[in-house]
């Protein structure tokens, strides 16, 4: 035979056909591109496409900010280095914004707004403050819940109010002396020549009853609720033993008195028994306390409603608290009445800009 010449083959049987057909079927490989085969392709990549990054890493489309590893203490040395060692505190959530602003004129127009330092009380507002004034907010963690705290009574706010003295005693804690002011405030004038002497805390009176000129600097009487009735929005306090012992007694006030829906309370109560428990009677570290002058610091009820004071004491009004009145839109428009939103006018000076 031939190399090259094929061998005759014998055609199978009849009967052996069909088991000759099969044999040869089972010894091919099968054929890849099976309906199975592309389902469990596909889903090995959907797999690998979800935990292995492909391509290079693309950047995020927020980045995170600087400014959430800013701490209280960076932020205190860095806006008390403009005031001596003494810094303005405020402390604000998003839709307090404007209120700042407006506040914020009325500082800088006393050339005090270099030593202000924000409490940001959500990482928005963090951001957005130091966007437009580098350094001059600071979020201290835990942030609470910003839409809860906005309400007047509910327990948000009094979460909002009650950090007020801790925050307050950590400045103190790391040397410096700090004036406290709610954002509802307006400076006519320069309070720091009204801080005479060399007192524990300052603080200003929150009941309408006119005061002659001349009254008392001492801690008011109690009143009907068997304490004083002390604003605890407006407070100076310098960086002693006697201003820390108030700080922890109202600390431990707002412990013994949360919020409940019977009582609703906020932290002025329990600033106020802190007072009376610690300056107004007789213990082995008193607090020393200075009631500042009624005719510069009143409360709503005089600059607001009381006209005929007013004028007898026109010239003499430092600082005007527009409180006792809830409502974003109640407040702006008394403050417009009084010509005291100031963001209308002179909105390019605040050091956030124009918000």
Known sequence: MSLHQRPHQKPPAAGESLLFSSATASS??????TLPYLFSLLALLLFATLLLPWGPTRPSSVPASPWRAYTLQEAAAFAAAAGNGTLLLAAVSGPYLPFLSNWLISVRRAGRADQVLVIAEDYETLDRINAAWPGHAVLVPPAPDAPA??????QGFFNFTSRRPRHLLQILELGYSVMYNDVDMVWLADPFPYLIGDHDVYFMDDLTPVKP?????ELPPPGKKGRTYICSCMIFLRPTEGAKLLLWKW???LKEQPWSKQRKSNDQPAFNWALNKTAGQKICLQVDVYLLPQSAFPTEGLYFKNKTWVKETKGKHVIIHNNYITGFEKKIKRFRDHGLWLVDELGHESPLGRI
């Open 251 to 253: 600390i431990d006030e």
């Open 28 to 33: 091919r490989p099968l054929p890849l591109l």
């Open 149 to 154: 705290a906005h309400k007047f009574g509910s």
């Open 213 to 217: 000129l001349d009254h008392s600097h």
